[in-house]
């Protein structure tokens, strides 16, 4: 196996942010006199873009009182959490020790569901762009494909130009998992937002990127 590239999801990854999406689901939710389930409804919505997630929601039982045109309510997510994401927003730790080692031998990029404003607000506060020589790559590039679709994830290695075969992948997310998977990449999954139980496609579990073992 030929490595040649290490795409990163951004979430849960890169950034520390799922505190954040709690309380802005939260915020969200109970202007609709809904209770938030993170147990049952994080999982669904993980790796989806803001409309997706929207979509998603309003087929959940107990959701009835969300209503209303979906990009109104996307939009109306997002302006919550840009809010959150201005002030909160930090890497995880060991990203920043692992990503200087890595940029050294691989090409690397960001392949997220995260929506451009909030990589915008991210840029603002970490210097994301400037990490990722602008290689920074949304679900807003490949026609808001979501994942578990692998468009990000395909698109991503057509921009720097190297086979599927050829990246590893790491994530958080269930979804995010299949999406790599289905690109035909080698995909290491971290346990920051996730327990293992639920990231058994992966080829590699960890619970920290000190534990991470590049083939």
């Not at 959490?81 to 730790?93: E, G, H, M, P």
């Not at 060991?94 to 690397?108: A, Q, V």
């Not at 949304?138 to 692998?150: F, R, Y």
């Given at each position: 196996?030929?490595?040649e590239?290490?795409?990163?999801?951004?979430?849960?990854i890169?950034?520390?942010?799922?505190?954040?999406?709690?309380?802005?689901?939260?915020?969200?939710?109970k202007?609709?006199g809904?209770?938030y389930?993170?147990e049952?409804?994080?999982?669904?919505?993980?790796?989806?873009?803001?409309i997706?997630?929207?979509?998603?929601?309003?087929?959940?039982?107990?959701?009835?009182?969300?209503?209303?045109?979906?990009?109104?309510l996307?939009d109306e997510?997002?302006?919550?959490v840009?809010?959150?994401f201005k002030t909160q927003i930090?890497?995880?730790?060991g990203f920043?020790?692992?990503h200087?080692?890595?940029i050294t031998r691989?090409?690397?990029c960001?392949s997220?569901?995260?929506?451009?404003k909030?990589?915008?607000?991210v840029d603002?506060?970490?210097?994301?762009?400037?990490?990722?020589k602008?290689?920074?790559?949304?679900?807003?590039?490949v026609q808001?494909?979501s994942?578990p679709?692998p468009?990000?994830?395909?698109?991503?290695?057509?921009?720097?130009?190297?086979?599927?075969e050829?990246c590893?992948?790491i994530?958080d997310?269930?979804?995010g998992?299949a999406a790599?998977?289905?690109a035909g990449?080698y995909?290491?999954?971290?346990t920051t937002?996730?327990?293992?139980?639920k990231?058994?496609?992966?080829d590699?579990?960890?619970k920290?990127?000190?534990?991470?073992i590049?083939?």
């Amino acid at each position: 196996m030929i490595i040649e590239a290490i795409l990163y999801d951004c979430e849960g990854i890169v950034i520390d942010s799922e505190g954040i999406w709690d309380k802005s689901q939260i915020a969200f939710l109970k202007k609709r006199g809904i209770k938030y389930d993170r147990e049952a409804v994080k999982p669904l919505l993980t790796g989806q873009s803001l409309i997706d997630g929207v979509r998603v929601m309003k087929q959940l039982k107990g959701y009835e009182n969300l209503v209303g045109d979906n990009q109104i309510l996307a939009d109306e997510r997002l302006e919550i959490v840009l809010d959150l994401f201005k002030t909160q927003i930090n890497f995880i730790d060991g990203f920043e020790d692992f990503h200087k080692e890595m940029i050294t031998r691989y090409d690397t990029c960001i392949s997220t569901a995260m929506n451009k404003k909030l990589l915008k607000d991210v840029d603002d506060k970490l210097g994301l762009y400037k990490l990722f020589k602008n290689k920074v790559y949304s679900v807003e590039d490949v026609q808001g494909k979501s994942k578990p679709d692998p468009a990000i994830f395909i698109y991503s290695a057509k921009q720097l130009e190297i086979r599927p075969e050829n990246c590893i992948v790491i994530e958080d997310a269930p979804h995010g998992i299949a999406a790599a998977k289905a690109a035909g990449m080698y995909c290491i999954a971290i346990t920051t937002t996730y327990p293992s139980s639920k990231l058994q496609q992966a080829d590699q579990i960890v619970k920290s990127y000190d534990e991470i073992i590049i083939p």
